[in-house]
């Protein structure tokens, strides 16, 4: 799949295209500068033509075979993006910076297993006393 990035986008609008094509993984636009705060991003609304450093415009291939490593590398190549991949767990979404060797197909794979997880812990059984009882000594 490839995603278009044009002078008029608005990062909403790639972040849906993304999200269309990996339902599992998000794509977050991270502030850079001095208004960054940890964990802080970009405004869905904010328009792409604000926030990046190279301004080309054009069509990144989102293959699900490229890794998130190659992937965030290619956006800051081609348009001067800095960009975060994000996969979902069971209530919340997790950085893959620990896993960006994996390929999207997988971290998308993952994500969709770890949503659908509805495995509750194991109840605990008593344990059986498998020691067979010695007779007791008489005084």
């Given at each position: 799949m490839k995603i278009y990035i044009s002078e008029e986008d608005l990062v909403q609008n790639v972040q849906q295209r993304f999200r269309e094509a990996f339902p599992f993984l998000e794509i977050h636009f991270p502030l850079m500068g001095a208004d960054k705060k940890v964990g802080s991003e970009v405004a869905p609304e904010t328009p792409i033509d604000d926030i990046r450093m190279q301004h080309s415009f054009g069509w990144i291939d989102v293959d699900d075979s490229k890794t998130v490593e190659q992937l965030e590398r290619e956006f800051m190549e081609l348009?001067?993006?800095?960009?975060?991949i994000f996969r979902k767990g069971k209530n919340c979404y997790f950085s893959t910076k620990d896993t960006c060797y994996l390929p999207l197909r997988e971290q998308n794979a993952i994500g969709g297993r770890s949503h659908q997880c509805t495995a509750q812990p194991p109840v605990e059984q008593p344990v059986k006393n498998l020691t067979p009882e010695l007779p007791r000594a008489s005084h």
């Open positions: 348009f001067g993006l800095t960009v975060e």
